[in-house]
Nanobody, 112 residues
């Protein structure tokens, strides 16, 4: 069964940066796309970014465009989410997603 393991979350000050990683237990090229979602306290889970594994095309939510960068390393079966200029509203649990499979999430807290 597919497993997704996220890491890289933490506490960071506004304006700071973090890099999240999602290790896929298999060949990421077997899946058409891998996405990052996030869920803030009291809010619904929302899509943040997505990458097509075949050609690397990327998609971003308007709220993170210009600040987040998604990338993949096919050899390491890993997808990254580089986040800069973080804002308090970026706080939440970040999840990696492939189809109907989810990782356990990694907490990102942006606070001074």
């Amino acid at each position: 069964q597919l497993q997704l393991v996220e890491s890289g979350g933490g506490l960071v000050q506004p304006g700071g940066s973090l890099r999240l990683s999602c290790v896929v237990s298999g060949f990421i090229l077997d899946y058409s796309a891998i996405a990052w979602f996030r869920q803030a306290p009291g809010k619904e889970r929302e899509g943040v970014s997505c990458i097509k594994t075949s050609d690397g095309r990327t998609y971003y939510a308007d709220s993170v465009k210009g600040r987040f960068l998604i990338s993949r390393d096919n050899a390491k079966n890993t997808v990254y989410l580089e986040m800069i200029s973080l804002k308090p509203e970026d706080t939440g649990v970040y999840y990696c997603n492939v189809g109907n499979q989810w990782g356990q999430g990694t907490q990102v807290t942006v606070s001074s």
